[in-house]
Nanobody, 114 residues
């Protein structure tokens, strides 16, 4: 299984970015898709995840600014990030759980700076 993420980059505070991640390869079913992030000097943390049925889960601190969605037919997960803050700067990792295995993408860098 390969995960390829798109959409990272440099954005000014208050701006928006949309990340996407496509899963490909031998996937029988994808139970969860989601995003984690790791800021410099910090541990990797959950941003949001979504089940195959569309049930979402967010880090409490990000509710209201970030929205996760997925297209099951395309094995793609999206992360819409609004009102970005400098503290959102991190490498964002796509994550997929096809029970019982977790898969990780290579990460896409998001920098929020003026």
């Amino acid at each position: 299984v390969q995960l390829q993420a798109f959409g990272g980059g440099l954005v000014q505070p208050g701006g928006s970015l949309r990340l996407s991640c496509v899963a490909s390869g031998s996937i029988f079913s994808i139970d969860y898709m989601g995003w984690y992030r790791q800021a410099p000097g910090k541990q990797r943390e959950l941003v949001a995840d979504i089940t195959s049925g569309g049930v979402t889960n967010y880090a409490d601190s990000l509710k209201g600014r970030f929205t996760i969605s997925r297209d099951n037919a395309k094995n793609t997960v999206y992360l819409q990030m609004n009102s970005l803050k400098p503290e959102d700067t991190a490498v964002y990792y796509c994550w997929v759980r096809s029970l019982p295995t977790d898969y990780w993408g290579q990460g896409t860098e998001v920098t929020v700076s003026s």
